[in-house]
């Protein structure tokens, strides 16, 4: 109505301007040329004010063409036939002009809102591109659908256990009734669609996608014009295939994540089931002949049973160990608490931890002296040498040497330990600190490395694998030096 009224009197007083303006030109040119230079203001009142306000103007150039240029002057009269026939032909053409001006106008106006209609449902669709996660996607549905269509308050609401529950909202929520009246259950009428009547009537979009329901819109203050209803329409479908893309990716993640779990329980029991057996065999094989047979064991015979014992507890008590430190990695909970402390320390540490564990090897310790401190967690790192140590016992033949070296390679400081068993061979060295990787003698290593290599790469350092010159592997790793003794 606003734009009528305006385009009217823009109409009108361009008329009456332009009539003004025409006065002392009049007896020069003829009534026909007025008549066409009056359609100007026709054209303004049409454009602004549409057909309404082009009659309008057509109503006041009528005027303003018999009473200013058609004789009698200043009067209504028309006077000679003629002059009948050029109002009248005028007060056609003019019409028609209003009309055709009027028609163009709208056709304009209906293609900048198709225009601005496939620009916003544009954006609408990009806010739903890319791999979001299903709760931030709720989220962003809500969110956008709220401010593209300016609605006073949105509700995402998903199907639970028989019950539709919110997912994400945004604006106004739903107060407790309205909620309740959305169940299936409550046998209350709900208008599904986007054709509101009422102002503030609570409306529901459904979201279907490959033919069923993945959740419902409710909004208030629904879009008034047909061409924002039909882009919420399609802003509706867009979300749900987004929707139901995002549900089914996730479950894809989580069946993978299960079908991980079950690998790595597997691998899990592969790694320790071997390495429980033999010390737990060995245990009960030693402690069922010093119950039934110690009368006759002689006392060296029942102090070697007892040492081996000793040792196969010793072992367990490491793969428990290993197992609970795997738990914390897995859990993400490790934590490295660095101090200062002596390279001398730490390997005596480790070697003390396993001295009956490799009492039929010859431990030779070969530090450089003068070797700086190192800033790191004394727990974790003994640990490194421990499962360095028991792996280099397990994989090396009875009274042959293991060698626990350290000292300075190109200004890095770095601990090695070093066998005379079978090696590793070149194509495994890197693969073999991953988790249930088989080793060079084609047994499992178990997680001593896996953890040996985690606790170091968390300080910030390296592990790696090297072939020693005559036959045997060595682990070779790299530790931080203490501030303090860096200058």
């Known amino acids: 109505m606003r734009r009528r009224l305006v385009g009217s009197a823009i109409g009108i007083v361009s008329t009456v301007a332009l009539g003004g303006a025409l006065l002392p030109l009049r007896s020069h040119i003829s009534i026909s040329t007025a008549a066409l230079i009056l359609v100007v203001p026709v054209v303004f009142g049409a454009v602004v004010g549409g057909f309404f306000a082009g009659s309008v103007s057509v109503i006041a150039g009528f005027l303003v063409y018999d009473f200013e240029f058609i004789p009698p002057y200043r009067t209504l009269s028309v006077g000679a036939p003629q002059n009948w026939t050029a109002l009248g032909v005028y007060a056609v053409v003019m019409l028609l002009v209003a009309q055709v001006v009027a028609r163009l106008d709208s056709a304009r106006s209906e293609a900048q809102r198709a225009n601005d209609v496939m620009r916003q449902l544009w954006r609408l669709s990009e806010l739903l591109v ?51 009246s959305l169940n299936p259950e409550s046998g209350v009428p709900v208008s599904v669609g986007t054709s509101a ?115 196969e507890t010793d072992r367990l008590t490491r793969l428990v160990s290993n197992l609970l430190d795997m738990t914390r990695i897995e859990a993400g909970v490790l934590t490295v608490r660095r101090h200062e402390v002596t390279v001398a320390a730490l390997v005596g540490d480790a070697v ?116 020693v010159p005559g036959g045997g592997a060595r682990f070779v790793f790299s530790l931080p030096r203490a501030a303090t003794m860096e200058h």
């Open 130 to 180: 890319g791999d979001q996660p299903v709760q931030t996607l709720l989220t962003t549905i809500v969110s956008a659908t709220q401010s593209a269509f300016q609605l006073s308050g949105v509700t995402l609401l998903i199907l639970n256990n028989g019950r539709l529950t919110v997912a994400a909202s945004a604006g106004d929520p739903l107060t407790d009734d309205e909620l309740g």
């Open 197 to 311: 009547t009422g102002h503030d009537e609570l409306r529901t979009v459904v979201l279907s996608a490959s033919g069923r329901p993945v959740g419902m819109l409710a909004m208030r203050s629904l879009p008034v014009t047909e061409g924002e209803r039909g882009v919420l329409d399609t802003f509706a479908n867009d979300a749900a295939l987004a929707l139901e893309r995002a549900q089914l990716r996730e479950r894809a993640l989580r069946t993978q994540v299960l079908e991980e779990v079950d690998k790595l329980r597997r691998g899990l029991m592969d790694a320790v089931s071997h390495d429980l057996r033999t010390p737990l065999s060995t245990i009960k094989v030693a402690s069922s002949t010093l119950a039934e047979r110690a009368d006759e064991l002689s006392s060296d015979d029942a102090r070697e049973l007892h040492h081996l014992i000793e040792v």
């Open 352 to 467: 003390n931890a396993l001295r009956s564990t490799l009492s039929e090897h010859r431990v030779v310790i070969d530090i450089a002296e003068s070797l700086p401190n190192v800033d790191i967690d004394r727990l974790l790192i003994v640990q490194v040498l421990v499962n360095l140590l028991d792996n280099a016992g397990r994989h090396s033949p009875p009274a042959s040497s293991i060698t626990v070296g350290g000292g300075l390679r190109d200004g890095t400081l770095v601990l090695s330990v070093s066998d005379e068993g079978p090696g590793v061979a070149e194509g495994m060295r890197s693969s073999i600190f991953d988790r249930f990787s088989p080793s060079g003698s084609g047994e499992r290593s178990g997680l001593g490395l896996t953890i040996a290599k985690t606790f170091v790469e968390a300080h910030g350092e390296r592990i790696w694998c090297e072939p």
